[in-house]
């Protein structure tokens, strides 16, 4: 079973004004207004944020339904955006496994990789034993994942009061906010070059492929940042 006293600890570990969950929710209510004016219902936009629970992920899913696409293809759509979390899941799961938890809390807890949970996992998982690390990090999970679904309901529902330009600061809040967090964590040789290259052939690569620059940039600046890092033994 789930250890109450350390999943309501996790549940606990978003409030606070720096909290990630701020600008998670407020990129929700974008996207429950938006999913209103492309004509979801709030059935349909509650169910969208209950099973992709990421931004992107909602995005492609309306997207591709709007133009007719099959389920099949949404699904490899928005399996193939969600695919950007992999790397988050590789660096958190080894500071959670533990041999005397259940494996079925793994599999449960894989719906919650996001970058709002994951910060404020690896912010907080130092404090807490490994044995319940698990416990924690579904009760951050459940909690960032219920304002995701609470901020589509009022999004949706105060829809016709938001204007254009309201909802495009909402949903720009989150990308900014993990801007931030990159820029404090420039701490070591690899991740600060990796932000200034990824900063410089992000918009580079723009003017030769739109649709792929953005996958360019951050692949060939990860890339060189780990090379001269590696050289450099940091």
Same mark, same amino acid.
């Given at each position: 079973?789930?250890?109450? +006293?350390?999943?309501? +600890?996790?549940?606990?570990?978003? +409030?606070?004004?720096?909290? $990630?969950?701020?600008?998670?929710?407020?990129?929700?209510?974008?996207?429950?207004?938006?999913?209103?004016?492309?004509?979801?219902?709030?059935?349909?936009?509650?169910?969208?944020?209950? @099973?992709?629970?990421?931004?992107?992920?909602?995005?492609?899913?309306?997207?591709?339904? &709007?133009?007719?696409?099959? @389920?099949?293809?949404?699904?490899?759509?928005?399996?193939?955006?969600?695919?950007?979390?992999?790397?988050?899941?590789?660096? @958190?799961? $080894?500071?959670?496994? !533990?041999?005397?938890?259940?494996?079925?809390?793994?599999?449960?807890?894989? !719906?919650?990789?996001?970058?709002?949970?994951?910060?404020?996992?690896?912010?907080?998982?130092?404090?807490? +034993?490994?044995?319940?690390?698990?416990?924690?990090?579904?009760?951050?999970?459940?909690?960032?994942?219920?304002?995701?679904?609470?901020?589509?309901?009022?999004?949706?529902?105060?829809?016709?009061?938001?204007?254009?330009?309201?909802?495009?600061? &909402?949903?720009?809040?989150?990308?900014?906010?993990?801007?931030?967090?990159?820029?404090?964590?420039?701490?070591?040789?690899?991740?600060? &070059?990796?932000?200034?290259?990824?900063?410089?052939?992000? $918009?580079?690569?723009?003017?030769?492929? $739109?649709?792929?620059?953005?996958?360019?940039?951050?692949?060939?600046?990860?890339?060189?940042?780990?090379?001269?890092?590696?050289?450099?033994?940091?």
């Amino acid at each position: 079973m789930i250890d109450s +006293k350390y999943f309501l +600890k996790g549940f606990k570990s978003i +409030k606070g004004v720096g909290s $990630p969950a701020i600008a998670l929710g407020a990129s929700f209510v974008a996207i429950g207004a938006l999913l209103k004016n492309l004509g979801f219902s709030i059935q349909e936009s509650i169910f969208s944020t209950f @099973l992709t629970y990421a931004l992107p992920g909602s995005l492609v899913m309306a997207e591709s339904m &709007l133009i007719g696409a099959s @389920l099949i293809n949404i699904f490899i759509a928005v399996w193939l955006v969600n695919a950007r979390l992999y790397p988050m899941t590789v660096a @958190l799961m $080894p500071l959670l496994m !533990h041999e005397n938890q259940p494996r079925w809390k793994y599999y449960l807890s894989c !719906h919650f990789i996001a970058v709002s949970s994951w910060l404020i996992m690896k912010d907080n998982y130092e404090n807490i +034993k490994k044995e319940s690390r698990i416990d924690f990090w579904i009760g951050i999970g459940t909690a960032t994942w219920s304002v995701a679904i609470f901020s589509t309901v009022i999004g949706y529902v105060a829809s016709d009061f938001l204007n254009k330009d309201i909802l495009v600061g &909402l949903a720009i809040i989150n990308p900014i906010y993990f801007i931030c967090m990159i820029i404090s964590a420039m701490k070591t040789l690899q991740i600060s &070059l990796s932000v200034v290259f990824g900063t410089i052939l992000g $918009p580079a690569f723009y003017f030769l492929t $739109p649709e792929w620059c953005i996958l360019f940039g951050g692949f060939i600046a990860g890339t060189i940042a780990f090379l001269i890092g590696e050289k450099g033994g940091n």
